[in-house]
């Protein structure tokens, strides 16, 4: 029960603490107004009118474009299996030929004749072939678009008719600051 009644009675202070602020702020006895002899009051809001504007901005935007490209096969592999096997036919081409040292000579002459001609005929048989590859980059796109950039409110305070710019609509009422300072 104790708990109850400290909780209502802390909810009751706190009302009156919002009410009293509230009360407060709509006389305009803020701490500003000692500074400026100003108060915060409300007027009426006969007109909004927006005001537009041009703004530039810029997005990124990708752009593709197709191009051909050559490839060649890779063929090192059968370069070197063409010079062995052009070594090896032309030494044993060689070796059929003369008799002693010179068969010897004659062998190591045709594994070395053997494996150019063998070698040239690999490279003679590289290919090409061209494939179509996408290729894309980013580049920045400018665009215009026309946004409201402010508002022309017209209001009403005490029978008097004002205007201001504002960067907000302020509905149907706003706040106004009045301030009041001696005539020379």
């Given at each position: 029960?104790?708990?109850?009644?400290?909780?209502?009675?802390?909810?009751?202070?706190?009302?009156?603490?919002?009410?009293?602020?509230?009360?407060?702020?709509?006389?305009?006895?803020?701490?500003?107004?000692?500074?400026?002899?100003?108060?915060?009051?409300?007027?009426?809001?006969?007109?909004?009118?927006?005001?537009?504007?041009?703004i530039v901005s810029s997005r990124p935007r990708e752009e593709c474009y197709d191009s051909n490209v050559d490839h060649r096969y890779d063929t090192r592999g059968n370069n070197t299996a063409g010079t062995v096997i052009g070594a090896i036919v032309g030494g044993a081409l060689g070796n059929?030929?003369?008799?002693?040292?010179?068969?010897?000579?004659?062998?190591?002459?045709?594994?070395?004749?053997?494996?150019?001609?063998?070698?040239?005929?690999?490279?003679?048989?590289?290919?090409?072939?061209?494939?179509?590859?996408?290729?894309?980059?980013?580049?920045?796109?400018?665009?215009?678009?026309?946004?409201?950039?402010?508002?022309?409110?017209?209001?009403?305070?005490?029978?008097?008719?004002?205007?201001?710019?504002?960067?907000?609509?302020?509905?149907?009422?706003?706040?106004?600051?009045?301030?009041?300072?001696?005539?020379?």
């Amino acid at each position: 029960m104790g708990k109850k009644i400290l909780m209502f009675g802390f909810s009751v202070g706190m009302a009156v603490a919002c009410v009293n602020l509230a009360w407060s702020q709509d006389r305009g006895y803020g701490d500003d107004r000692a500074i400026d002899n100003s108060r915060l009051a409300w007027a009426d809001v006969l007109r909004v009118d927006p005001v537009y504007g041009n703004i530039v901005s810029s997005r990124p935007r990708e752009e593709c474009y197709d191009s051909n490209v050559d490839h060649r096969y890779d063929t090192r592999g059968n370069n070197t299996a063409g010079t062995v096997i052009g070594a090896i036919v032309g030494g044993a081409l060689g070796n059929q030929v003369g008799k002693g040292d010179g068969r010897k000579a004659a062998t190591v002459a045709g594994a070395v004749i053997g494996g150019a001609i063998g070698n040239n005929q690999a490279r003679r048989d590289d290919r090409y072939y061209s494939e179509t590859q996408t290729n894309c980059r980013t580049v920045s796109e400018s665009y215009s678009e026309r946004r409201i950039v402010g508002y022309d409110v017209q209001y009403r305070y005490r029978g008097d008719v004002y205007m201001s710019h504002l960067d907000y609509d302020p509905g149907e009422r706003m706040r106004v600051r009045i301030s009041v300072t001696p005539a020379e």
